[in-house]
């Protein structure tokens, strides 16, 4: 529930509200003011001046980055010169950091460069933190990165002041939220695979889901947040003072029984599958666990596990998938942050766009909690991924025949935005519970934080095609989605299955899964099942 308030949090802290040039002679500061307004069309450009003297993207951004400049007795146009001051609209927020440091017009990059590095936050975290929980563990990664999390929220509501300056201001804000990004991945990573590791292969999705459907509250408290709290400093404070609580989450969870077996600490992983047991009311399968640590020894007696990236490419079978795997981040991360920072394209009051795009995404999770244990994995990515790249590059076509009717134009183009919002936002669940299942024990963390920390990269490209690319032609970043979701819903056929399937704990095991177009698939398959079959209980349970 807490790394989506922190990734969507600046949606509404660095929005941009309405605004136009601020003249010296007048005399109020509103908006709204209608002597005001009277006056800035006097020296607003008309659309023919704007094609005269800039080239800009948009009539829209000519009208509210310039103003006209007149000659002395004010009878003729000497030429379009940027605006010194801006007059702000605070109907709908009442302070946020792009007023504050007037990120708007030719300062606009530096609002789209703290999301950017965020996201590369994002890389650092995952990579970072992916690599410590393999190592040290899940439970310790989790506590260690709520409690950065909490210290980051702190910075960014109280670091940046108006007697440090912009600049400085500006760089505290951007190093917070570099802490932040990696925070939010350490909690991410390391509780999925937690719970991945802790329950049965058939109970694996739901906790998948549960998380996605937690991902969803926290966008809705955040939207509630955000509608009480309308300036950006109270707002960040209020997120943070909800983060405190879950620090203390490292006292409650257990580790990983799974993990603990895999580094032959086999009575820790015992007392905690015990408990397990009892709180299932289960009996506990002795002969199993004894026959299953006989296994583990003679494992890391005879071979030394490498943990690290060299895994993930030590065999042909795990290198394909690695790589595939890395596409598919960077293709999700691009489309689903791409249209989910996008929503201002449904043209409705940004409140009620990020609570429709909320019911959305829980809708799509919704769908596939109760499609994907009886059509696997495989499948409905696919059909997924495929069917958004056909959706996205029917835009075109779509807003060419209905450009006499602008009403009918936009009410297809709202059904298709949400559509798209539906598709990437099912895609990219699926991918997570998917790669989760694909990766062995030893490594899963890790290959799950490369695979995040690729797929941020896919997020920083949203991120630039929206505010940069939309600005050379406004079917840019649709047209690149569209084309990137096909490519990756094609070659997301090669995974194998995992639908019903024991998590892999080896490299070795993912190497007998095969991949689609082997042709010892099944023979591979069949001797994963049978391992597996020896083990009922055990593997199961772990």
């Known amino acids: 529930m807490v790394p989506p308030i922190m990734v969507y949090t600046w949606s509404f802290t660095a929005a941009t509200p309405d605004f136009r040039c601020h003249h010296p002679t007048q005399i109020s500061d509103t908006y709204n003011n209608k002597s005001n307004e009277l006056f800035s069309k006097f020296y607003q450009p008309t659309e023919t001046e704007c094609k005269l003297h800039q080239k800009l993207a948009s009539l829209k951004e000519c009208q509210r980055c310039y103003r006209k400049s007149y000659s002395s007795n004010r009878s003729t146009i000497n030429s379009l010169q940027t605006c010194d001051n801006y007059v702000f609209d605070r109907s709908i927020y009442k302070k946020t950091l792009v007023e504050e440091w007037t990120m708007v017009?030719?300062?606009?990059?530096?609002?789209?460069?703290?999301?950017?590095?965020y996201f590369a936050g994002f890389m650092c975290g995952a990579l970072f933190f992916g690599t410590m929980a393999d190592?040290?563990?899940?439970?310790?990664?989790?506590?260690?990165?709520?409690?950065?999390?909490?210290?980051?929220?702190?910075?960014?509501t109280y670091g940046p002041q108006a007697r440090f300056g912009v600049w400085p201001s500006y760089i505290i804000f951007v190093i917070a939220r570099i802490l932040l990004a990696c925070s939010t991945r350490g909690i991410s990573e390391s509780g999925f695979v937690l719970g991945s590791e802790m329950v049965e292969p058939d109970?694996?999705?739901?906790?998948?889901?549960?998380?996605?459907?937690?991902?969803?509250?926290?966008?809705?408290?955040?939207?509630?947040?955000?509608?009480?709290?309308?300036?950006?400093?109270?707002?960040?404070?209020?997120?943070t003072l909800f983060t405190i609580p879950f620090c203390f989450f490292y006292f409650i969870l257990p580790e990983s029984p799974r993990w603990l077996v895999s580094k032959g600490r086999f009575d820790e992983a015992e007392t905690i599958l015990r408990h397990i047991a009892i709180v299932n009311k289960q009996n506990f399968d002795s002969d199993a666990y004894e026959q299953l640590k006989e296994t583990q020894k003679n494992s890391m007696t005879h071979k030394t596990v490498s943990i690290g990236v060299i895994s993930l490419f030590r065999t042909k079978v795990i290198r394909i998938i690695t790589l595939n795997l890395f596409f598919q981040w960077l293709a999700q991360n691009l489309v689903f942050y791409g249209v989910s920072q996008n929503t201002g394209a449904w043209e409705l009051d940004p409140y009620l766009s990020f609570a429709l795009s909320g019911v959305v995404e829980l809708f799509a999770y919704i769908v596939i909690h109760l499609i994907l244990n009886r059509l696997g994995r495989k499948l409905p990515y696919c059909l997924f991924?495929?069917?958004?790249?056909?959706?996205?590059?029917?835009?075109?076509?779509?807003?060419?025949?209905?450009?006499?009717?602008?009403?009918?134009?936009?009410?297809?183009?709202?059904?298709?935005?949400?559509?798209?919002?539906?598709?990437?936002?099912a895609s990219f669940a699926i991918i997570y519970l998917y790669t989760t299942e694909?990766?062995?024990?030893?490594?899963?963390?890790?290959?799950?934080?490369?695979?995040?920390?690729?797929?941020?990269?896919?997020?920083?490209l949203g991120t630039f095609s929206n505010d940069y690319l939309a600005r050379v032609w406004i079917n840019f970043p649709i047209i690149l989605y569209g084309v990137i979701s096909l490519i990756a819903g094609i070659l997301a056929l090669v995974f194998p299955e995992t639908l019903h399937k024991p998590l892999p704990q080896t490299v070795d095991e993912v190497e007998q899964m095969g991949l689609t177009l082997c042709s010892k698939n099944e023979r591979r398959r069949g001797s994963l099942s049978n391992n597996a079959a020896s083990h009922p209980t055990t593997t199961e349970t772990l």
């Open 105 to 117: 017009c030719d300062r606009v990059g530096l609002r789209s460069t703290v999301q950017m590095i």
């Open 135 to 156: 190592r040290y563990g899940r439970r310790k990664v989790m506590g260690a990165s709520f409690i950065l999390m909490t210290f980051a929220g702190f910075l960014c």
């Open 203 to 239: 109970k694996r999705l739901m906790v998948g889901i549960v998380m996605d459907y937690f991902f969803v509250f926290g966008e809705f408290f955040l939207v509630l947040m955000a509608y009480i709290f309308r300036t950006w400093r109270t707002l960040t404070l209020v997120i």
């Open 385 to 425: 991924a495929i069917l958004f790249g056909l959706i996205a590059l029917l835009t075109l076509p779509v807003q060419a025949f209905l450009s006499d009717n602008k009403s009918m134009q936009r009410s297809v183009m709202l059904i298709i935005n949400i559509s798209l919002k539906f598709l990437a936002s």
């Open 438 to 460: 694909l990766f062995p024990t030893n490594v899963r963390t890790t290959a799950l934080g490369y695979c995040s920390m690729i797929g941020r990269l896919g997020a920083i």
